[in-house]
Every structure is written in structure tokens, then in C-alpha cells.
């Protein structure tokens, strides 16, 4: 009913009256805005956290968040030339109010982008381009470095999509990026300079009904342990194509210890 949302991220600690919130925001499609909410963990609902924000763009696309030193932020981009947009993201009277403190131009088209709370790094992949690291700081600029390029040495394929992050200790983890025209899932180190891991699929498992992974778009990933089943966290992919059933879209989990795993990852 609030409209057409295409990208979702969320970060807590968002103070309001001086109490942590959880605060979510969508990109909004239809009336071209960036939408807030606050998320009540007990209940697993959402509640209107302020007015929706004009982004200015022509089709607001992909969105991700940052948490830094100097408060929160959302990016969000612009379909079609890929323009980026960060707001800042504060607090008052009780509701979120954002205003914007940068742009960054990456060329053409780009929706995935994940921003490191803990390394001030910004990832953005631009779908029939490169996959690039900037600042997630407001004054961070436009400066980037490249890390892997579609037609590249490392097997990227248009378009690259949802990019994310599996955080570990003392700034370790990996960069996950779906490599759409592929139908497969790059990985690269977190720290350094980003270094190429490699590739994986999300295969059928036949003996659960259940068909592999295809034509993904968005992904998430998280390091917390979630019990047996996800002991080092958990990734869940988009699926754009279902054959086994037949069905629309629908979301994949996988353990993180099974991608660790195939790869050889710490």
C-alpha cells in the first residue's frame, strides 16, 4: 500500500529521544521517495518512522545504508545513469528526517551497493561495468578503485547485481557480488585490496524439492551464528527463475559454513 519498493536495507542504533531504534528504508518507485521506517524486533513489525524523502531522481533504483562515526546514512541510485545520492539520516521529534550531503556519478546503470560500517568502505556495482570501492564518508568524494570489471579475468558476466558483506574479526570477512549473467556468486576478501576469492553456484537439491539459483538480483548475507542450521551465519539470495516447481520468484537460504566451505575459506 505505501508503493513500489525495490531495494531495502536497515541499520540500528538510530537514536530517537535518546532510545536505539532499528531504522529501515526502501527506495520507493512509485512516488519517487526514499521511505523510513522503524522495526520493532519483539513484533517483527514496521511503523512509519517520518514523511518520505524526494530523492529528485527519475526512478530511485538500488539502496543501502552506512552507520559511521558521524551518524546514519542512506545511498541511494538513480535507474539508468547510475547516479548515487547520500542523505544524511537524523532524528526529531521523535521522527527520521534526512537531507542530502553528496552525489557520486558512477557512469551508467548501477543498483547493488553495501556500505562497511566498520571500514568506512562503500562497494557499488555498476551492472555492465565495474565493481568499485569508494568512501562511505560524506566527505569521502568521488574518488573509487576498481576491484574486478565484467569481461574481466575473474568470469564477471552482465549485469552484476546485490553486493553484500560476511563480516568477521579485526576487519576480516568477504565481499559477495551476484554475477547475474553468470547465474553464479563472486567473493572477495573484505580487507586489503579487495582480492578475488571466487566463484560459486547454488545448486538444486533434489531429495528437498528444491531448485538452484538463478538470475538473482538482491542477496544479503549475515556473520551472527543463527543457530544449527546457520552456525556461521546465513546468505539469502534472490531466485528470478524457478523451474522445479514452476513458480515466481522466491528467496534461497544457504549456510555460510557451505559457501566457506566449497571455497576453502577461512
Known amino acids: 500500500a505505501d508503493g513500489r519498493m525495490n531495494n531495502v536495507d536497515l541499520r540500528d542504533g538510530f537514536m530517537v529521544d535518546g532510545q536505539p531504534r532499528v531504522l529501515v528504508a526502501a527506495s520507493n518507485r512509485t512516488d519517487k521517495t526514499i521511505a523510513f521506517y522503524f522495526l520493532n524486533p519483539a513484533t517483527r513489525r514496521l511503523s512509519r518512522a517520518g514523511d518520505p524523502v524526494p530523492t529528485g531522481f527519475s526512478d530511485p533504483y538500488g539502496l543501502c545504508m552506512y552507520a559511521g562515526p558521524s551518524g546514519h546514512y542512506v545511498f541511494v541510485n538513480n535507474g539508468g545513469d547510475g547516479l548515487h545520492r547520500q542523505w544524511r539520516v537524523t532524528a526529531a521529534g521523535g521522527q527520521s528526517v534526512a537531507e542530502p550531503v553528496r552525489d557520486i556519478p558512477v557512469g551508467s546503470q548501477a543498483e547493488g551497493c553495501a ?8 562497494y557499488i ?14 566527505d569521502g568524494g568521488t574518488e573509487r578503485r576498481e576491484i574486478d570489471r565484467v569481461d574481466g579475468p575473474n568470469g564477471l558476466k552482465a549485469d552484476i547485481e546485490g553486493v553484500e558483506i560476511w563480516t568477521g574479526r579485526d576487519g576480516k570477512g568477504y565481499l559477495v557480488l551476484s554475477n547475474q549473467g553468470a547465474d553464479n556468486y563472486a567473493v572477495y576478501r573484505r580487507e586489503g585490496d579487495n582480492a578475488f576469492v571466487g566463484l560459486f553456484h547454488i545448486g538444486a537439491d533434489p531429495d528437498r524439492g528444491i531448485d538452484g539459483a538463478s538470475e538473482t538480483d538482491g542477496l544479503d548475507v549475515v556473520s551472527a551464528p543463527l543457530g544449527a542450521k546457520f552456525p556461521d551465519g546465513l546468505l539469502v539470495v534472490q531466485d528470478g527463475r524457478n523451474l522445479s516447481p514452476r513458480e515466481k520468484q522466491n528467496f534461497k537460504f544457504v549456510s555460510w559454513r557451505d559457501v566457506a566451505g566449497a571455497l576453502g575459506l577461512d
Open 115 to 122: 556500505a562497511d560500517d566498520e571500514t568506512g568502505a562503500l
Open 125 to 138: 556495482a555498476e551492472e555492465g561495468g565495474g565493481f568499485f570501492r569508494y568512501s562511505a564518508l560524506p
